[in-house]
C-alpha cells in the first residue's frame, strides 16, 4: 500500500454540504504514518470547503497495469499557519509557486481493496 501511494496518482474524494460528491487528484498526497495520510492544500477551493465542513475524505489509488487498489477513508484535519504545517511545508518549496499552503492529515480509519477481482470493495482494516 505505501509502495503504491509514493507512486501512483491518488484521488482525493469529498461531499459538499448539498450532498454532490467531488474528485480530483492530489499528486502531493502520501504516507505520513502507519495511520496517516497527508496532502499539501494550495488551491483552496472545491476541496477544501467540503472538508472544512464535513471532515470526511476518500482517497483512491490505483496501479492500472496490476489492476490493483486501495481506498481509504477517514477524517480530515487541515493545519494553517500553526507549528505543524509550518514545520512541514518548511521543508517544502511550495512557497515558491503558490502564495498560500496547508496540510491536510487524513486519519485512516478504513481500508478497503480495489482489485480487478471478485475481492473488491473488500474492507481490509
Known sequence: MKNMLGTQLSFLATTG???????GPKGSLHVYDDSH???????????????????MAAVAVVDRDAQKGFRFEGTAHIHEGDDLANDILGKTKI??????????????????KLDNTLEAGVQLA
Open 17 to 23: 454540504v448539498d450532498g454532490k460528491p467531488q474528485v
Open 37 to 55: 495520510l497527508i496532502y499539501f492544500e494550495h488551491t483552496f477551493r472545491q476541496a477544501f470547503d467540503n472538508l472544512t465542513n464535513n471532515h
Open 95 to 112: 512557497f515558491e509557486r503558490f502564495p498560500r499552503a496547508a496540510v491536510v492529515i487524513i486519519d485512516i480509519e478504513r481500508i478497503y
